[in-house]
């Protein structure tokens, strides 16, 4: 049976989210191209109808990881955004967590077009949150600034507490003591104004 252009493209959309979740969670290095389609329920031979190479796929992947989280920031208050990532329970689940955390590190030895992904994700990730009624006293600079302090803190936090055993005391006390860090250095909330009262009329 022919497959249709739009069944095509769903199926190359769950190529692409499946393999976010496995190279979340093992890496780019850790996952084969036939384990990687067996897991999304297509055989080896139909991924080269997909995708040019590898590399390929793992910049959209990452693309794709990367949109993830910044649909969780999108309109989030900063600090809601840190205290849910700088967490047990993000530390703890890496194929559905940040792509900035779970592959930044493999990220340096990939090719430009990966590399270029994360910048993008990145710059995503800034602009949106840096938009927020916390950063409204700041100029664009010191907000872009502010933001980029942030995550760099939220992700070394998660990548340092991963670097512990699970059951580590330390583990749980880089999440606690970078998330009051970070928590403690972002500006309040802007104070919402009061309506004036209407005067009534004579």
Known sequence: MKVTKAQAQ??????????????????????????LMAAAGFTHGGFYKQFGSKTDLIAEATACGIGQTLALASGADPAEFVSQYVSRAHRDHRADGCTLAALGGDAARQPESVRSAFVEGIEGLVAGLSQHSRFSDLDPEQARAKVLEMLTQAVGAIVMSRACPDDSRLADEILAVGRDAILGALPATAPAETPRRRRKAA
């Open 10 to 35: 769903a199926n190359r959309a769950h190529v692409v989210e499946t393999a976010s979740h496995l190279f979340r969670e093992r890496g780019y290095d850790g996952v084969g191209v036939a384990d």
